[in-house]
């Protein structure tokens, strides 16, 4: 007993990780080493591709073997036990009980066919053989430790019916269903607004304090590094270029590269639009129910006010930020203004009144009106390749083109958005999430629109990269004159990029105007809260 207290609960010793492809040989992973002792946090950081989740997904021994091995003295071990080489019916013996994973994509990770109360229930099930009885009251638990208890009436919703912070909710309650000893958290709080950013992380650490579990964090987010990790490992190439405790290294940072991510935080304000620009988009009184509940005759008695009578007036060069916490309605507000959720209210595109237009006269307004969504690797085709992807709107909004013109704008798009134009035949499951997200931008903005609705465009981004891309999108603005509609949970984010601010809760504006003056003095309580949270990410371990 006494040599488990003294060993650490999981020793990763010289791993590498090499992808067999049948070109050559990708050593994602070179020569890794940590320690995570009982009740500690471990924090992986770097950009996009360091190879930060390849090393998660070799703890948990899920990682497309055979085409992926360790070589050398690759070593993994957990509670003194060996995992490297390990048979699928030991590990799965160890997943989801003893090692609990949060996975960063959500509405990828959850089955689409199966409702909330199973996919949770399921993890009780096999592994505590509760009766569906137990499992259900359990589950209604998990859900108010989550901070979703409105989801106790709704257990039979299915993911696609969640916005994408309750998905990252639901993943995180099966994660935590079976009390493990280690957690494996990829970006568990990047789907999540502030507020709510805050409550999970505030719950992590009375879980780690009540059960001694440790945890392994994979994050861009540095504020969350700061001030939640105990330990930090710095990755890039594959290979940890500094480590140590956590505060020395984000006081006095040894290795460049450390620097260079610490020195990393979205920064200034957007530059003013142009006296007298024009509107692009217009929506007035913009209403968007969806059915709740029905009558044995099929008729609705209860409606969900997704978006419940919200105007908002967009110009030529001009960002307007929404921010709100999860299922205010923030997404839904922009998918009506493009018209891809039928709603009440008028819309206008520049002179057009487009409210009642059908499919096919919204066809040829569609390469003006574009949408990076949220998720990018649920909004991109796995069978098509990257240049498919982003040329696809090519072909049908830019028939002059050949297949070299086609071509050739791609390549352009791929380095506006600093991804290696070699690469665009490849297939997305080849890139990290924060190279999906580039690919989904570059896909929106290949066809030069007018207006771009951004939902949530730099949440899978780490914060080196975020900065690139508010540069760009800035670039973009000045230089194309575009419209944004900006959603995000992240407030630095949103004040570096809008000119006014909406700020949404339960499907109404709560408080709008512009940004600076709603950011510098907010009126309502619900606003500061949200700023508040932003600004001063406040932890147990911190306080």
């Known amino acids: 007993m006494s040599e488990k207290n003294t060993s650490p609960l999981l020793s990763v010793k010289n791993l590498f990780v090499d992808f067999k492809t049948s070109e050559r040989v990708f050593h994602a992973v070179k020569d890794v080493s940590f320690d995570i002792e009982e009740g500690k946090t471990m924090a992986l950081v770097g950009e996009s591709g360091s190879g930060k ?9 899920l990682l497309p073997y055979p085409l992926a091995s360790h070589p050398g003295d690759s070593s993994i071990k957990f509670n003194g036990e060996e995992l490297v080489g390990k048979k699928d019916g030991f590990m799965r013996h160890i997943r989801g009980s003893q090692i609990g994973m949060i996975f960063q994509e959500p509405m990828t990770a959850l089955n689409p066919l199966h409702s909330i109360e199973r996919q949770i229930g399921e993890v009780l099930r096999l592994h505590q053989k509760m009766s569906e009885a137990k499992a259900r009251e359990r589950v209604k638990e998990l859900l108010d430790m989550v901070q979703l208890p409105m989801m106790k009436e709704r257990l039979s919703a299915y993911p696609h019916e969640l916005s994408g912070g309750q998905r990252q909710r639901i993943m995180i309650a ?23 950013q805050a409550e999970i992380l505030e719950l992590l650490e009375e879980l780690q304090r009540d059960l001694k579990m ?3 964090m994979i ?3 540095l504020s969350v590094v700061e001030k939640f990790a105990d330990d930090v490992c710095v990755m890039k190439h594959g290979e940890i270029v500094e480590q140590g405790a956590a505060l020395p290294i984000f006081k006095n940072p040894k290795h460049d590269y450390s620097k260079k991510l610490l020195g990393s935080m979205p920064t200034g304000t957007a ?9 692009v988009i217009t929506g007035t009184d913009i209403k968007v129910h969806f059915s709740k509940k029905k009558n044995f005759w099929g008729k609705t008695t209860d409606w969900v006010k997704a978006v419940d009578g919200i105007g908002v007036e967009i110009k030529a060069g001009h960002t307007v930020g929404v921010v709100g916490e999860s299922g205010s309605g923030k997404s839904t507000l922009g998918f009506a203004l493009l018209r891809l959720l ?11 009144d487009i409210s009642k237009f059908a499919r096919a ?3 040829p307004l569609r390469s003006d009106l574009q949408i990076v969504f949220q998720d990018p690797f649920s909004a991109l085709s796995p069978r098509m390749s990257v240049a498919d992807i982003i040329g696809e709107g090519l072909k049908v909004h830019r028939t002059d083109l050949d297949a070299k013109g086609r071509d050739e704008l791609v390549v352009e798009a791929l380095k506006q958005v600093h991804l290696d134009p070699e690469t665009r035949h490849r297939y997305p499951h080849e890139f990290s999430g924060g190279q999906r997200q580039r690919i989904a931008i570059a896909r929106a903005m290949v066809l030069k629109p007018n207006f771009v609705v951004l939902d949530e465009p730099t949440s899978a981004l780490d914060v080196s990269v975020q900065v690139e891309i508010i540069d760009l999108l800035r670039e973009l603005q000045e230089e194309h004159n575009l419209a944004y509609l900006f959603i995000s949970h992240d407030l630095r984010v949103v004040r570096a990029m809008a000119h006014d601010l909406i700020v949404m809760k339960n499907g109404q504006v709560i408080e709008s105007g512009k940004a600076e003056d709603v950011f510098n003095d907010p009126k309502e309580a619900y606003t500061q809260t949200l700023i508040e949270a932003a600004l001063n990410l406040k932890t147990k371990k911190a306080a």
Request: aromatic fraction near 2%; hydrophobic fraction near 40%.
């Open 174 to 196: 099966m994660a935590l269903a079976n009390d493990p000893e280690l957690l494996i958290a990829d970006e568990p709080t990047t789907a999540l607004d502030v507020t709510v």
């Open 53 to 61: 989740s390849v090393t998660a997904l070799s703890v948990m021994q």
């Open 214 to 216: 440790a945890m392994l």
């Open 271 to 279: 530059k003013a639009p142009a006296k007298g620009s024009t509107p």
């Open 219 to 221: 994050t861009h987010d």
């Open 361 to 363: 006269q919204m066809t």
């Open 342 to 352: 039928n709603g009440q209210g008028s819309i206008h595109y520049k002179d057009q």
